[in-house]
């Protein structure tokens, strides 16, 4: 009898070993995010999954972005621009090796940047570099780049993921082992589970807390809510189930986390095709929405309203709410005004993610109160991207634009919502040759107020950034200036 | 039987040669394009042009198939487009998990389904065999993703168990990973085990009706030992049938168990894979599913022919 119960306590130990041991762990932490990356360089891929590994955790630029978004120095520890704003001279950081052992200098960053302007480049925002002229290594710790034409947002753009540093010897295998000269190395991948990353001992910057950072991968939100109440993950910085949230909120164990993105939320028109040609309808279209009814019922009432294509947390910001305030009546005038008011039909094509899908039914109810029938359709990404972004064949959709103070999209003539402005070209312009910053928000707030006074879209909200964490797990990213989750400064509390 | 198995292999291979064809065609009519896909909104046209070259994209379709089914032949996968890796190391990562899952599933609903079989059918229309067939009528009716949701809610929710999901892979040693497989192995045989249960069970009735049953219990063998020794093995013929697509469907189907549990198998690598319009992937883990249903179906039929001797003698 006594012999039966030992081997039974002892099965039991086995079973239950892993998961004691587990949630004992305080040296490492596990993230939960909803995608995996398809690969893990950030030179060679827009998916946002790959920055949320390794931006700032395995990768580093010259300069990066703080948790607050402003720009701080990373591998350029001091910089100085020459009076015509043409040349930057950048002074390296010392000490620094790529995880592999090879030492970094000027040269990685020529060769970087290069790689990233060259013809056959396939990195995702080669507008990046696009006004780079030359780039030379004075010595192994200054690198001088030239600008073709000023750009008062170069610094910025070095701060992007896709300007990130690469050795040449390791750059065409980063996709699947990637090497930086971040604070964390690249340990392993399990593919459709996890990523695992270690402390880097060579780090030439200030060690991070965290042994040992595993991103796991769980798509479905249900799934998602399970692993956070089992303990199986330590925070969910991009919790997929905004419903589920004040559950967690009740609970001690957890605390959520609200911040705001870069995610302007735009209710696009396509200002190519008739009756959108014609300012007044985008305007009634405009009028027709009730901002806080679709974030309370999309969004469970995290999200701010916007009235511009512009982040409400960055200094330029104007509110321009007012002038899209819900308005029905005026709505219906505007459209009689146009000639269509016996109503008309319209398709509203909406992409996967829950805020277009979700806020796509509230949409369409509010537009068919004005008279504006709107037939749903319902696309998976790559569809969306052929049929929406590229071929703009749609007449409305629903889509948060990610990238941070990305306002110059008006000034592209084919981007997908056509907006076709001489005057708001020539704030780009102004603004692309301007550094000073003061001066470049007065810029910006013009630019907020053309678009806004031309309609383009109708603006709806700034994407929450709505996170779940232990609470005893302090220092994750409260805002995302960029889709990251920089582990560099997050510790466990005692 | 040479003949027979001739006649089969040849069946095998034509249904291959059309698959890979029709697999091919659907695949590039898909709309989207992967090179878009892959590098987003702010993507510049030559750098998206650049992609497209870099993937073989832009080269005419017969080459891109003869080069597929050529590299198919050999072993070789191709490269998936996204995950940059080889499509064969890539399906062989999952299929270390797809396939312990699905033969896991199996035989936890073989276990569940034979004893329940014989328990109803020596108790035909008595208690035992009204309860076993209700509760086998409930396994099918409840949504195994449901069930499995169910299962994390007690196991990992509360009484902490097991992890809610996830798999950490072989190289974490024999005890996790099977620990990692029990509850969707569960969640996937429950339904399994009960379509099982009721179709042994019909079939065990039906041959307790034939000559050589009556005979067997005349020579004096109680009820159960006639359905043990006698009607069991003629009962297993349409069992067989049933175990052969259930395979199929557990290898190839599990793809909802496998989100509930946010497992890597073969499932979500083929979702992924169309969400990403990461063709080569789709269509090559498609075909090896294609393959791998009708090879089973093949060597089902092969046991067929061993169990039955009359199926041998070319009258099929």
Redesign the interface.
Known sequence: MSKRFAIGAAAAA???G??AL?GAQETGATIGMQL?P??LDPTA???AAIDEVVYANVFEGLTRFAADGTIVPALAREWSISDDGLTYTFTLADDVTFHDGSAFDAEDVVFSLTRAMA?????????LFEDIASVEAIDPATVEVTLSEPNGSFLFNMAWGDAVIVAEESAGSN??NPVGTGPFRFENW?????VTLARSDTYWGEPPALETVTF?????P??AF??M????IDAFPNFPAPENLVQFEADPRFAVIIGSTEGETVLGINNSKAPFDDVRVREAIAHAIDRQALIDGALFGYGTPIGSHFAPHHPAYLDLTEQSNYDPERSRTLLEEAGLSDGISVTLKLP?PSYARRGGEIVASQLREVGINAEIVTL????W???V??NADFDLTIVS?T?PL?IN?YARDDYYFRYQSDQFKAIMAELDETSDEAARNEILKRAQQQIADDYVNAFLFQLPKTGVADARLKGLWENAPTQANDMTGVYWEE | MLRYLARRLLVLALTMVAASIVIFLLMSVVPGDPAQFMMGMNADPAALAALRAELGLDRPLLVRYLEWVGGLVIGDFGQSYTYRVSVSQLILDRIGLSLPLAFLALLLSVVIAIPAALFAAQRHNKAGDISVMGLSQIGIAVPNFWFAMLLVLLFSVTLRWFSAGGFPGWDAGFVPAMKALTLPAIALALPQASILARVLRSALLDTLGEDYIRTARAKGLSRGQALRRHAFRNALIPVLTIIGLQFSFLLAGAIIIENVFFLPGLGRLVFQGITQRDLIVVQSVVILLVFAVTLVTFLVDIAYAFIDPRLRRGTV
């Open positions: 086995l079973l239950l892993s998961t587990a995996e398809p690969n891929g827009a998916a013809e056959e480049s396939t990195n995702a925002q080669k507008v996709a699947t399990v593919q459709g589970d996890s796991k991968f769980i798509a479905d249900t799934a399970a692993a109440m089992a303990g199986d996967p998976e990404w790559a569809q991207l052929e049929q972004f590229t634009h990238e990305d999209i």
